[in-house]
């Protein structure tokens, strides 16, 4: 626990949190539009069943995370990905969050209206509210929750580095936070848009980070060869 008092580990720790605050609300906001697209009476349960599978995703990637990231390349190829989901979070924080629905607001939309779903991972589609069903609704927020779980993880590990303390702090949280307040989150990103400004720097910068790691990593590895 005495690493955690070093300026490097702070600095991580304090990474962690956002890139764990940012992801979480990301998450829900993806929940809260495909939750939308269902009949009133069936959102609850979509909304139930989305939150719930990003959380058993996130346990089951935090399991294995140490593995994942033993595998020579796997650094880099994570790095590319948290690239392609910074692309993704610029383009959404440019459209400054006018289709993004939360998932208590979903719980309040009438069946008689219109809206484009659409998350920061990149899964999109544009349905009625109301006109979609909740085997669609729940398999699209599953599609999404293995891409944005998988990324949540990579991203921590990608900044814990070799705190292995900070790790688990940062995977343990990432959990309790999409169960307990990625709906609260969400509304915070949408009011306060410099939050995901500065989520989306933190996480460019530990994508790269981990592009020169995994690169050195796999050049070494190339050498040995």
Request: contains cysteine; hydrophobic residues 60%.
């Amino acid at each position: 626990m005495t690493d955690l008092f070093t300026a490097d580990a702070l600095a991580a720790l304090l990474q962690v949190i956002a890139i764990d605050l940012v992801l979480a609300g990301d998450n829900a906001i993806v929940v809260g539009m495909a939750a939308a697209a269902v009949p009133l009476a069936q959102r609850r349960k979509v909304i139930f069943w989305g939150i719930a599978a990003a959380i058993v995703l996130r346990i089951f990637f935090a399991l294995i995370t140490t593995q994942l990231l033993a595998i020579i390349g796997l650094t880099l190829a994570g790095g590319v990905l948290l690239l392609w989901v910074c692309w993704k979070m610029f383009r959404e924080l440019r459209s400054h969050g006018e289709d993004e629905i939360a998932p208590d607001e979903a719980m309040d939309m009438p069946d008689s209206a219109g809206v484009a779903t659409a998350g920061s991972a990149g899964n999109a589609a544009v349905a009625a509210v109301g006109a979609t069903t909740v085997g669609a609704a729940i398999w699209q927020i599953v599609v999404a929750d293995v891409s944005m779980s998988l990324d949540n993880v990579l991203a921590v590990a990608g900044a814990a580095k070799e705190h292995p303390t900070i790790l688990v702090i940062g995977l343990v949280l990432s959990v309790v936070l999409m169960g307990a307040a990625a709906n609260m989150i969400a509304h915070a990103l949408h009011k306060h848009r410099w939050i995901g400004w500065v989520g989306l720097l933190i996480i460019t910068y530990v994508a790269l980070d981990m592009i020169w790691r995994g690169s050195n990593e796999v050049l070494r590895q190339m050498a040995l060869v």
